[in-house]
């Protein structure tokens, strides 16, 4: 007894220690979180004032962390002196159809290559996991010249086919489709369903969350798309948003306050619908990095 007696009181100590150091370390975390999302703000806060401001303060040599005289009138020039609307109409236009079509076409393939057996099933998924790895850029000569073969060049449809497939969600979505039980089939072909019927009523459905977050993310990547836009595109009629925030100084001339606003607006869409669908986004894009880790 006189010897375990030491031993218990020690133990309290010893957990009250293990909770300090827990205390600490989570205090730290946080503080290094906090740190890291001010660094990763800060240029997005400096936009934002630096488009409230005027052109004169925006190069006085004394700028300050906040507009002396905040003004709307970079924005307003921005408005009623550049196609911002048009761009924006191109934007949403072209990301919507983008992201409504590689849903449909990559709901059919993953359920085609989840339940139904045909030769050369096991080859073409091998060619979807091995595109994952080509880089979007070394095909855009071939895109390039294709597009213009079928005179689709400065037209939404030139934007738009060259981003309809998107390996990666069809990838994700023929996993999801795997781990549905195939009881579900196999009391929908009692009832005579076939293929259209059970993808639409069975597997869509019980995977209605990761296609919505998939749908976003492809959004998205549409509306920030700046090289194949800026090659294809070279009207207004046709111009998307991060294409023509570049055409901004050629038009204005070098006027910090003005790009400043032009970037703000051209990112203010993305950013909204990142704040409403942030739970659905952080899921596709780790599902996105678990496909491609």
Request: charged share 10%; aromatic share 10%; net charge positive.
């Amino acid at each position: 007894m006189s010897v375990s007696t030491p031993d218990r009181q020690a133990r309290p100590e010893r957990v009250s220690d293990g909770i300090a150091a827990g205390r600490w370390s989570s205090r730290a975390l946080t503080t290094l979180t906090v740190v890291g999302a001010l660094i990763w703000f800060f240029p997005l806060y400096w936009a934002i004032v630096t488009s409230l401001k005027s052109d004169t303060e925006v190069v006085s040599p004394t700028p300050g962390l906040l507009p002396k005289a905040p003004t709307i009138e970079p924005y307003l020039y921005v408005i009623g002196r550049s196609s911002i609307v048009q761009w924006y109409v191109n934007s949403v236009g072209t990301s919507t159809i983008i992201a409504l079509v590689v849903l449909v076409i990559s709901v059919c393939c993953a359920y085609a290559l989840s339940q139904i057996q045909f030769p050369g099933r096991r080859l073409i998924y091998g060619a979807l996991i091995a595109s994952v790895m080509v880089p979007a850029e070394a095909l855009i000569i071939n895109h390039f010249v294709l597009m213009n073969s079928f005179g689709l060049i400065n037209s939404w449809g030139g934007i738009i086919l060259p981003q309809l497939v998107v390996p990666s969600v069809i990838i994700i979505l023929k996993q999801f489709f795997d781990q549905i039980p195939r009881e579900f089939r196999e009391a929908a072909m009692l009832d005579n369903a076939g293929h259209l019927r059970m993808l639409w009523k069975i597997y869509v459905p019980m995977n209605w969350g990761v296609i919505t977050a998939l749908g976003i993310t492809t959004f998205i990547a549409a509306w920030n798309n700046f090289l194949w836009p800026f090659l294809v595109a070279t009207s207004d009629a046709t111009i998307t948003i991060p294409v023509g925030i570049t055409q901004v100084k050629d038009v204005f001339g070098v006027r910090f306050a003005k790009d400043m606003a032009a970037a703000v607006l051209a990112g203010l869409p993305v950013a909204i619908l990142y704040l409403l669908f942030q739970r659905q986004i952080t899921r596709a894009i780790m599902l996105s990095a678990g496909i491609k880790g």
